[in-house]
């Protein structure tokens, strides 16, 4: 997950360390997109300075270490500016592992198979959706988190209805589902099959 330009825009504000960046990122966030890897953080901070986006400085503590402060620099803003500018295409296109599941399940011909499938997802993506909805009604998120939360309840949403063209589609016409059973093999199994 790239989070450079997150870090950049939280830099935007002033300068700032690691654990305020961490804090700063899964408060603005919000819970639905899970916690920032301190690790990660400073992974990610160590690459945004050697592309001159930020610059870092030590800061005397005076009981614990010294503490490194991040700042963006004019590149580091300008780099923000440009990636806000752009539009942002999927990162990883159409694969879901979900699809890859129906189409395993479609291939056993069984409609037994795909039923079973599609209600373990269904039930899944409601409890998803049901705790969506419990995460966008606490008003200690601001209006940001709830847009986030929005989004995510609009593609559980979105999913729901894959799985009822799913359903229809693979069992809602018998013959289709015959049709995409795997085929049987036409060639003879290699030598180490047929010894066994």
């Known amino acids: 997950m790239p989070i450079q330009h997150a870090v950049l825009a939280l830099l935007r504000d002033g300068p700032s360390h690691g654990y305020e960046l961490k804090n700063a990122f899964e408060q603005a966030v919000g819970p639905q997109w899970g916690a920032l890897n301190i690790g990660h953080l ?15 400085s030590r800061v005397a503590q005076s009981i614990k270490p010294d503490r490194v402060v991040y700042e963006m620099t004019p590149a580091g803003a300008s780099e923000l ?13 159409f694969r879901d592992d979900f699809f890859l599941k129906v189409m395993a399940a479609a291939r056993t011909g069984s409609a037994s198979i795909v039923g079973d499938v599609i209600a373990t997802q269904r039930l899944h993506l409601l409890r998803e959706l049901r705790n969506l909805e419990q995460l966008r009604r606490d008003p200690a998120h601001d209006v940001v988190v709830k847009l986030l939360l929005a989004a995510a309840a609009r593609h559980v949403t979105a999913d729901l209805s ?3 063209d799913t359903e229809t589609a693979l069992l809602g016409d018998s013959g289709a589902l015959a049709a995409l059973r795997s085929p049987a093999r036409t060639t003879s199994p290699p030598a180490h099959e047929q010894a066994a």
């Open 42 to 56: 400073y992974q990610v901070l160590e690459r945004l300075s050697r592309d001159g986006f930020v610059n870092s």
């Open 162 to 164: 894959f799985l009822d």
């Open 81 to 93: 500016d440009t990636w806000m500018a752009a539009p942002t295409p999927r990162t990883s296109g």
